[in-house]
């Protein structure tokens, strides 16, 4: 019998709890999120026009660091219970213990920021499980070498296992800033407060160029190990490499939108992980791609926000974004994307209706 999950996610807009059609097919719970969807496809209310102002469309970009009560949340779980001065993190070779850190050890070491961003792999436009913050940590392997725990020869890949029962594995690797993947990173503040309990309350792990699920909350332990190894997600058919794809998101306005005839500013994120997103384009009513404009641009592990002059027209029109890499990567144009469970690789659409 298959767990009964706890997948919701907290979007960056609004903070509206979601269920999306990828976590309504995997999970139990979801069953109370059917009543808005049927056969696979979101059922959209009417359009309503009462009570219009002058714009249904806010003008104001999304901002550049996510807050942490509007940060997306995606787990198998409520925050296990973890007291801060009993906690410990094990450190493995191959089922042989090396170390055990307790808190006040992993709070001595000289910590330092790092902006990133956390896209969900079942995120997408109904969906939005993306945001962006300033974690405070360390990469992993300034973390060992403190520590003196070794990094053997021979193992494959690193296990993890947190206090939620929650376990996943990446290459050994990604210990290493190599090509797309990493450094690893554990962190153990956001936005400059201690980790809220829904984000890892003492500490979690950061895996640049890989979705969520390869970025475990609440760990207590490590084990470097010599097989391959799949967790949680990957034994359901999650993707286990769980690269990011290039995604073009629309956050303002929302899927669907009533709006009054004329210009408006719409807005949105582009993210590919490691490659960064270099340029955004929008079109209307699947015509010419126009180029946005970017207004946050740091580099690589970290979205763009865009803006976008848009003529609201009378009765309804679609509205696509796409991503652009430094490599040359683009957003699919299927709006849908193709990845499933491998990820949103699309550019996503929505419908806004000027009245």
């Not at 097919?25 to 109370?32: D, E, G, N, P, R």
């Not at 001595?108 to 436009?125: F, Q």
């Amino acid at each position: 019998m298959k767990p009964l999950l706890r997948l919701t996610t907290i979007t960056p807009r609004t903070g509206e709890t979601v269920m999306s059609r990828r976590n309504v097919l995997l999970s139990a719970a979801a069953v109370t999120a059917a009543a808005c969807v049927k056969d696979g496809k979101d059922t959209a209310q009417p359009f309503d026009t009462a009570g219009l102002a002058d714009t249904g469309i806010d003008p104001t970009p999304p901002g550049a660091i996510t807050a942490n009560d509007s940060f997306y949340v995606t787990s198998i779980s409520s925050p296990p219970t973890m007291d801060a001065e009993s906690w410990t993190f094990t450190f493995m070779d191959r089922g042989a213990v090396t170390l055990v850190m307790s808190r006040a050890a992993l709070l001595s070491l000289e910590a330092r920021d790092k902006e990133h961003t956390l896209m969900c792999i079942g995120g997408g436009p109904r969906n939005l499980a993306i945001g962006n913050a300033v974690w405070t940590g360390l990469p992993l392997t300034e973390i060992l070498t403190a520590l003196n725990v070794p990094i053997p020869d021979g193992v494959v890949e690193i296990k993890f296992v947190g206090a939620d029962g929650y376990s996943t594995s990446v290459p050994i690797s990604d210990l290493y800033d190599e090509g797309l993947h990493g450094p690893l990173w554990l962190v153990w503040k956001m936005n400059g407060e201690d980790l809220p309990p829904e984000h890892g309350t003492i500490c979690r792990f950061l895996t640049p160029g890989r979705y969520g699920q390869k970025n475990p909350k609440w760990p207590i332990s490590m084990e470097f190990i010599d097989t391959p190894y799949l967790g949680f997600w990957e034994s359901y058919g999650w993707s286990d490499d769980a690269s990011y794809y290039p995604t073009g998101l629309l956050l303002n306005p929302s899927i669907y939108t009533t709006a009054a005839v004329g210009p408006a500013t719409i807005s949105g994120v582009g993210f590919a992980g490691k490659d960064p997103v270099v340029a955004v384009n929008v079109r209307v009513d699947s015509g010419e791609w126009q180029p946005a404009t970017i207004t946050y641009s740091p580099g690589a592990d970290i979205w763009v926000v865009w803006t976008f002059h848009y003529d609201v027209l009378e009765g309804e029109h679609t509205v696509q974004v796409q991503s652009v890499t430094a490599s040359g990567a683009v957003s699919n144009d299927n709006p849908d994307g193709t990845g499933v469970q491998d990820g949103y690789d699309g550019s996503m659409e929505i419908t806004i209706k000027g009245v």
